[in-house]
Each structure stands twice: as structure tokens, then as C-alpha cells.
């Protein structure tokens, strides 16, 4: 099948989402978007705040432990520069308890209906005047919450806030496609599937092959998604979210998360990245370097092509203008990491020269030489030659060695090497998948329990070698 491809229509959602903020520069940005009547409507949930407000929930286990293999807190560590940081961080670790709480939560929601935005799926309510936070500061750590955290895939990319009793109310909304529990519930089993269906293309050799092994496949498992008009890309929660790659179909935005998901999954450095109008992500090689890969202007059909992999910033920033920290809103963006820029240079295979000693026995020839003298001067000469043998014998060099091997920290399967292999079968171990040979290896941070953190040192240590 031959995919469309219309680079123009690559609009993020959050664009049409500023309508609900006020002007870069205004001296009062709060929120106050909606109607008189509207605000009536939100009273039921402001007096049963409690039911709605971003409060502590003990995380599912199963999803800790996938958070953990799956999620980065570059931005959050990020928000460590910025002012107001302990407010900034307490939002954003709000936002990750109602988020997580709602992984196999058994609610339907049902819509709060806005004359601007049409209906809002509520999940959760806040005061922000709590966090001594502004709305547009609000809507810069929410949305660095979700470059974080893929994984999250129900969170809207729409952040709604209103003023009601002298306080600013911002509202955590879910995507209409994910009200329904049991549509939840359905994804929760599938994402770990889709995480597994790409372990046969990672084979732990490198880091740039195993990122151009990801990129090919969600290029060739993946199409653009369109509205019914096949022009205008989709607004559909699905089409923003790792859901597209579940479901085969989605935006920029789900191409840079899936892609994001993936290679940190399988142990590669990367940040996901965004525009006004796209996303993407950089990703760190065996050079140690990040570099640009855009999966969305890379599928043009049903091959991969490599116009935009792993790329430096003089190429590459031709067409892209990533966000910065100065961006208001939604148009903040953390600040990225020292990006190459030159293209990454696969380094060229050296060939392997192997030794054998030999032992090389000669036997000496002897050339005896006999002349005899005339008296008329005449001398006949008489020569013996002997023919030189030589023989040559093969010795092999064979190391003898009376001690045990030592176990090497980190390699859980066996094979005397510490590697992405290990670090796949931990992660496999914590989803309570497979049994572990060689626990003892496992523990990676010897305090003789093997949780996640046991995973994070050896991805830390991993990313090292």
C-alpha cells in the first residue's frame, strides 16, 4: 500500500489549543475562557473537588514497573533551572500520581461540555495558586510531564483552566478516546505486546543499529493519519499518542512518542523534541553524541528512507525549529542536550588478524667440493650437492587456567558478557514474564533485593560502556 504523505498538513494539536490562553506578554494570564453559564456548569465539580483534585494514589504495580523502563525525567530535572522550582516540580509529581492512578481506574468519564473547546473529559482538578504558579507556567510543566512520560498516553494535549471564587482552576483532562475504562484497560495489554513485537529487531550490537532497526519498523508497521477529507492530519487521541503505533495509524506526535517509548526501552539515550507545528526526537549514539531522527518525513511509502536520521543540526535544522525554554505555555520546551552538527558517520568494520606461532625445524645441508690438479693444468671439478629439507610443524598455544571464572555483574543470561540482552530479560523479570537464571547478577545495586532500581543502574552503567 502506498501511504500518503502531505508534509504541510503536519500540524500539532497543541497549536489550536493556545486559543484558550491568553497573549504572550498580558499582564494577567489567567485562564478565564469560558462563559458565565459554562463556570455554572463546573460547579458540581468544584463542590465535589475532592473526587477530582490531583491527589496522592498508590501506583499500579505493573505500570511502575513499565514506567520505569519506558519514561525519562529529563524534564523534570530541567525544571531545576527554571524559577520557582519546587513549586514547578510539586505540580509536575501531582500530575504523575493522578496520571498513574488512573492507569486501571474502573471510571467512565463523562464530558463537561464547553461552548470553545467542545467536551471535556475531566480526570482531575487543581488550584495552581497553590503552586505559586501562573497558568501559562501550569501549562509548561504539564505539557514537559508528557514529553517525560509517553507512557501516558490518555493525558488531552489540551490544558483548560478557569477562574471561579478569586482562585485559578487548571483541569487535567483525557482524550475522548480513552474515557471508556474498558478501552483502557484494552491498551494496558496491548502496550506491553507492542514493546515485545520489536525485541526480534533489536539485537543489543549497537546503538545505531538497534535506533535505525526501531525507525524501520515503526515506519513500515505505521501510516499518516488523516481526518475523513485524507488532507488534515487527525485530532483523535489516538493519532497524538503511542496508541497510533497499537492501532497503525498516527501524527507526528505519536511517531516521536513511539519512537521515544522504544529506544528507551531497548536502552537508548534519547529526548523527544517539539515544534509549533511538529515533533521529533534526538537520540545518543556510540559516539556519545546526540543526533536528529524524524520517523514522520522518514516514511514516504512503505520503505524507510534515511533523509532524516540520525542527523546533525546543519542539515537537519533546515526544515525544524525546535521549542525553547523561552517558549510561553505549551511552547516551552526543556533544554536539549549539545547536538551534533554534522551527520553521524557509521564507523567503518576493521578486520581481525589472528596469530599462529610455529616452530620450525631446518635440517643443514652440506655441499662438499672436490678438485683435482693436473700437471697440464687442466682442472676437473666434481660436485656433490645434498638437497635441503625443511619441515615445518604447527604448535597450538593452549591456555590452561585453574580458576573459576568470576561472575560479571550484569550478565543475567550466562553468556559472560554484560550487554542489552541482560537489561531486556531484567525488564521481562519486573513485568513477572520469565524466571531468572543467574539472579544473583541481577542485583545490580548489591542490597540483595532486584527491583527497578537494579534496572536503572545498569541502563546508567550500559549508556557508560
Known amino acids: 500500500m502506498i501511504k500518503k504523505r502531505i508534509f504541510s498538513a503536519l500540524l500539532s494539536l497543541a497549536v489550536s489549543f493556545n486559543i484558550l490562553a491568553l497573549p504572550a506578554g498580558a499582564e494577567d494570564n489567567s485562564p478565564d475562557f469560558m462563559t458565565d453559564a459554562e463556570i455554572e456548569s463546573m460547579i458540581p465539580v468544584i463542590e465535589n473537588i475532592d473526587d477530582y483534585m490531583i491527589s496522592f494514589s498508590e501506583c499500579n504495580s505493573s505500570l511502575s514497573e513499565l514506567k520505569s523502563s519506558t519514561c525519562i525525567d529529563y524534564g523534570y530535572q530541567d525544571l531545576n533551572l527554571r524559577e520557582n522550582t519546587e513549586g514547578k516540580q510539586q505540580f509536575y509529581n501531582d500530575i504523575a500520581t493522578k496520571a498513574e492512578s488512573f492507569w486501571n481506574n474502573s471510571q467512565n468519564i463523562s464530558p463537561i461540555t464547553n461552548e470553545t473547546v467542545g467536551d471535556i473529559y475531566v480526570m482531575g482538578m487543581c488550584i495552581i495558586d497553590n503552586y505559586g504558579l501562573t497558568f501559562d507556567e501550569a501549562a509548561s510543566v504539564y505539557d514537559t510531564f508528557r514529553s517525560d512520560n509517553p507512557l501516558m498516553y490518555y493525558l488531552s494535549a489540551m490544558f483548560l483552566g478557569f477562574n471561579q471564587n478569586n482562585k485559578t482552576y487548571v483541569i487535567i483532562a483525557a482524550f475522548e478516546d480513552f474515557a471508556k475504562s474498558s478501552v483502557r484497560k484494552s491498551y494496558a495489554q496491548a502496550i506491553p505486546e507492542l514493546i515485545d513485537s520489536y525485541s526480534s529487531c533489536v539485537k543489543g550490537v549497537s546503538a545505531y543499529e538497534d535506533a535505525k532497526a526501531i525507525h524501520d519498523q515503526i515506519i513500515t508497521t505505521m501510516d ?24 497503525g495509524t498516527g501524527v507526528c506526535e505519536s511517531y516521536a512518542r513511539t ?65 525553547t525554554p523561552e517558549g510561553v505555555g505549551s511552547y516551552f520546551q526543556y533544554d536539549l542536550p549539545e547536538i551534533s552538527t554534522s551527520d553521524y558517520k557509521v564507523p567503518v568494520a576493521t578486520e581481525t588478524t589472528t596469530e599462529t606461532t610455529t616452530t620450525t625445524t631446518e635440517t643443514t645441508t652440506t655441499t662438499t667440493e672436490t678438485t683435482t690438479t693436473t700437471t697440464e693444468t687442466t682442472t676437473t671439478t666434481t660436485e656433490t650437492t645434498t638437497t635441503t629439507t625443511e619441515t615445518t610443524t604447527t604448535t597450538p598455544i593452549t591456555t590452561t587456567s585453574t580458576t573459576a571464572p568470576q561472575p560479571i555483574k550484569g550478565d543475567i543470561n550466562g553468556d559472560g558478557i554484560f550487554n542489552i540482552a541482560d537489561v531486556l530479560i531484567l525488564q521481562k523479570y519486573l513485568l513477572c514474564e520469565i524466571e531468572l537464571d543467574n539472579p544473583e547478577n541481577a542485583d545490580f545495586y548489591p542490597d540483595n533485593i532486584i527491583n527497578s532500581f537494579d534496572l536503572c543502574c545498569m541502563k546508567s552503567a550500559l549508556l557508560k560502556k
Open 224 to 247: 499518516f493519519a488523516y481526518k475523513d477529507d485524507g488532507v488534515t492530519a487527525s485530532d483523535s487521541g489516538i493519532a497524538h499518542s503511542i496508541i497510533g503505533a497499537i492501532e
Open 259 to 323: 519512537y521515544q517509548l522504544l529506544c528507551t526501552y531497548y536502552g537508548i539515550n534519547n529526548i523527544f523534541v517539539k515544534s509549533e507545528s511538529h515533533a521529533w526526537n534526538i537520540i545518543q549514539l556510540d559516539d556519545g553524541i546526540y543526533y536528529n531522527v524524524d520517523c514522520t518525513w522518514d516514511d514516504s511509502g512503505d520503505t524507510p528512507t534515511y533523509k532524516y536520521f540520525a542527523k546533525g543540526t546543519d542539515s537537519f535544522y533546515q526544515t525544524h525549529t525546535p521549542c
